[in-house]
């Protein structure tokens, strides 16, 4: 069943087809549900239908009748009722059972009205540590194996600013380096996002917070956002992620940091999960120098405010337009 | 009036001058039915009178009353910072109260090298310029001090330092320093400056960073070996790499 947008589809209900059909779609999942319920069950009569349908096997990837008829039926995030919001949350719970054996807590987090998260980071005092990258991992269940990272620390010479320059992979025994500087990349989540512009299915978009965000069930994996991102800020899950059981983060959100099957574009969004609950994002929290400073652009009170008015800043690759939200300063 | 002054034949002079004395003579007497003149204080006066004059006092130079000397105060903040609390750093302080072994111990004023323990072995901080009274209290070990001698508690240890770092302490007061903890919103705990610099060598140590990401299959780090050799050099014909066109 294709997931992409077709030429006739307007999305409005009234179209033949599954995909501009959402009630045709829902009355298609149950029917393919109660069949394979009512196959699945024969050979097991004594057990329940709710059991039968529910049990794992290998025809569905290890996921079960239910889950994975249920995913493949699944609307997009921006469509979904709150009914099926849940159900959506629920079968990422039960898939990360299977998958990890941790039992995680998946939750649909709301952007805070009224907020729109800025970042800045002072260059003048991040030294190269790399905590925020480890932090990260560790928040945001990436993949061990596939070891992506969201934030990519450049060793920077303190004669230049051009990014092609940059060092990824420095190793010195001792951080900071003399004649260096070190500048942290992320996702810049940009108030004009190319990415958003190129993703022919409409998987990701600007939320009102400002986040840029993914609906990892409705990505294609066509990457047409990675060619877009001017700063290497998306990442492609090549294989299925494996995370260690005990360093699953089971506290997640939807459009954030629940485990991700193998084929989707993955990327930074300022720790959703946290920071639309007032906490800091793992970076943040990791830095020990206090070179991050995260908060609400719309709040003249504010921290982010009150460096971005006093303090020298500058944004990569300016010249683009893309209007990141993440600067650079220095004191 | 010009021509008056200037250096000018004798022909027009004598008019000039009986114009000149008439002036001298009516000014004053319109000076007279001019308008009284301010308020100016009787020493002023005193000063300004004198030889018959045109001057009028400007009402601006009022001299300057010197203000009742205030009591030296503390420094108390910036109005316009966002309210917040400090972690307190007591109960980190391995040897608070001081004043255990200080109660005892005979005060001694005279700047010297202290090398018991638990006095640290050297003061980085300030090059020379000042040793440990300068904020530790002689007589009051619990407590450091301003240098208006005001006493200060070791959790506010921020308002000594920024006696002299206060620009650094302004960007703290406002966030744009420094550490907070948790949240970015709601209540603001922030860290004082003792928690991340040593006051006694207050420069960050180097540390070894986190290892490095992987390279991606079939790339090569950019090292100088890579720079040295990079892709496609060998396919271009420039002398300098001396490959095959």
Redesign the interface.
């Known amino acids: 069943m294709s997931r992409a947008v077709s030429e006739g589809a307007s999305g409005d209900g009234s179209g033949p087809d599954p995909v501009s059909n959402p009630a045709r779609r829902r009355f298609l999942g149950s029917v393919a549900a109660t069949a394979g319920c009512a196959a699945a069950g024969a050979p097991a009569a004594a057990a329940p239908a709710g059991a039968a349908a529910a049990s794992p096997g290998p025809a569905w990837g290890g996921s079960s009748l239910r889950d994975a008829f249920g995913s493949l039926f699944q609307d997009h995030y921006q469509r979904m009722s709150k009914d099926e919001i849940d159900a959506a949350l629920a079968r990422i719970e039960r898939n990360a059972k299977r998958t990890y054996g941790v039992d995680i807590h998946c939750e649909d987090t709301k952007p805070i009205p009224g907020v729109l998260f800025g970042y800045a980071l002072n260059i003048s005092k991040c030294q190269g540590y790399r905590d925020c990258v480890a932090a990260c991992v560790r928040e945001n269940n990436q993949g061990r194996d596939s070891q992506v990272q969201y934030i990519r620390v450049l060793e920077m010479d303190s004669s230049t600013r051009n990014l092609e320059e940059s060092e990824h992979y420095y190793n010195p025994a001792t951080v900071p380096v003399q004649g260096k500087y070190f500048m942290p990349v992320q996702c810049m989540q940009c108030e004009n996002p190319p990415c958003v512009k190129a993703c022919p299915v409409k998987a990701t978009w600007k939320e009102q917070d400002g986040i840029v965000v993914i609906d990892y069930n409705w990505c294609i994996g066509c990457r047409y956002c990675m060619a877009a991102c001017p700063y290497w800020a998306r990442h492609f899950n090549w294989t299925d992620p494996k995370i260690p059981a005990e360093q699953v983060n089971p506290v997640t959100n939807y459009l954030g940091n629940r485990p991700r099957p193998r084929g989707v574009v993955e990327k930074c969004h300022f720790c959703s999960q946290r920071t639309r609950k007032g906490r800091q994002p793992a970076c943040q929290e990791a830095c020990p120098t206090g070179a991050r400073i995260f908060g609400n652009l719309l709040d003249p009170n504010s921290e982010i405010r009150y460096v971005l008015a006093n303090k020298k800043i500058f944004r990569l690759k300016e010249e683009l337009g893309t209007e990141p939200k993440f600067w650079y300063f220095t004191d | 009036m010009y021509r008056m002054f200037s250096a000018g034949e004798g022909v027009g002079r004598r008019p000039q001058r009986a114009g000149f004395v008439a002036l001298m003579v009516v000014f004053p007497m319109a000076l007279a039915a001019a308008p009284p003149a301010p308020q100016v204080p009787a020493a002023t006066t005193a000063v300004l009178q004198g030889p018959p004059t045109l001057l009028r006092p400007l009402r601006e130079n009022v001299p300057f009353e010197m203000p009742e000397p205030l009591e030296p105060q503390v420094f108390s903040g910036y109005a316009?910072a966002?309210p917040f609390s400090v972690v307190p750093r007591i109960d980190q302080l391995m040897f608070y109260p001081c004043s255990n072994c200080h109660a005892a111990l005979k005060p001694n004023p005279v700047p010297r090298k202290l090398v018991a323990a638990p006095h640290p072995a050297a003061l980085r901080h300030g090059k020379g310029r000042f040793w440990c009274l300068t904020c530790h209290t002689l007589n009051d070990r619990d407590h450091l001090h301003t240098l208006t001698d005001q006493p200060v508690s070791f959790d506010d240890a921020y308002l000594v330092c920024g006696q002299c770092h206060f620009n650094?302490q302004k960007?703290w007061y406002?966030?744009?320093?420094?550490?907070?903890l948790?949240?970015?919103?709601?209540e603001r705990v922030i860290?004082s400056c003792t928690f991340?610099h040593d006051p006694h060598d207050p420069t960050?140590k180097?540390?070894?960073?986190?290892?490095?990401?992987?390279?991606r299959a079939g790339l090569r780090?950019?090292?100088p070996a890579f720079h040295a050799d990079p892709p496609g050099a060998r396919f271009r014909s420039t002398p300098a790499s001396g490959g095959q066109p």
């Not at chain 2, 406002?174 to 907070?180: I, T």
């Not at chain 2, 948790?182 to 709601?186: C, F, M, P, S, T």
């Not at chain 2, 180097?206 to 390279?215: E, L, W």
């Open positions: 316009s966002p650094r960007d406002f966030g744009g320093h420094g550490k907070r948790a949240n970015w919103r709601g860290y991340c960050l180097p540390r070894a960073p986190s290892p490095p990401p992987p390279v780090a950019m090292t």
